[in-house]
């Protein structure tokens, strides 16, 4: 708030009262970063639903839209307030079979669509794949450059959410076979399985 005050000779003076300020410049430039990213999840998921064919994958859609909409809700309120929001949040509870089926199997080569009628569920799936890990990625590094500790502790909260979303994501297009898990031979993946062991526990550091 400012406050003038006035001179015998007619001019005046301002003073700056003192305010609180328990936000840094950067992290509010990061949250503005991370609720537009939210945003955008949320538009693309309302173009993709038209066009999806596969139950399932709509039933996934629906899910997470709804997960990431009470989230966006959560980080405006704490972004505006430094409060912790009233909305609580619950771990995102995936639908689908943990079940991967692994190997490659002989395909047709992709190439990207000559039309938007092309589009189809595999690739709509993996553009939802895309945004989930995108998010993840994008509210773990947000919650790095928050001071305000409010503020940090709902984004560190919201990330695994973001994984498990990604990680339903990836079962079904696994399940639908679109997205093989190639396997290394046994001798490498054996090598590999039996290259560590575990350290010391008691170790003093002088």
């Given at each position: 708030m400012n406050r003038q005050s006035s001179h015998q000779d007619g001019t005046t003076s301002s003073t700056q009262a003192e305010v609180k300020i328990?936000?840094?410049?950067h992290e509010l430039i990061n949250g503005h970063d991370i609720l537009s990213c939210y945003i955008n999840v949320l538009d693309q998921y309302l173009l993709f639903k038209g066009s999806i064919k596969e139950k399932g994958l709509v039933q996934?859609?629906?899910?997470q839209y709804a997960f990431?909409?009470?989230q966006y809700n959560r980080v405006v309120?704490?972004?505006a307030t430094a409060q912790k929001p009233s909305q609580e949040m619950k771990p995102y509870m995936m639908k689908v079979s943990n079940e991967i089926?692994?190997?490659?199997?002989?395909?047709?080569?992709k190439k990207p669509n000559q039309s938007a009628t092309e589009v189809n569920d595999a690739g709509i799936s993996g553009y939802m794949l895309a945004m989930m890990?995108?998010?993840?990625?994008?509210?773990t590094a947000t919650a790095l450059e928050v001071a305000n500790p409010v503020v940090r502790r709902v984004l560190v909260d919201s990330v695994p959410n973001f994984a498990e979303m990604a990680y339903e994501l990836f079962l079904y297009q696994n399940q639908q076979g679109y997205f093989p898990v190639p396997q290394l031979n046994e001798q490498d993946w054996t090598q590999l399985l039996q290259g560590y062991a575990p350290s010391e526990t008691n170790i003093q550091l002088h």
């Open positions: 328990d936000r840094g410049g996934i859609l629906e899910r990431v909409t009470v309120e704490a972004y089926t692994y190997g490659m199997k002989s395909k047709q080569p890990k995108s998010a993840a990625s994008k509210t």
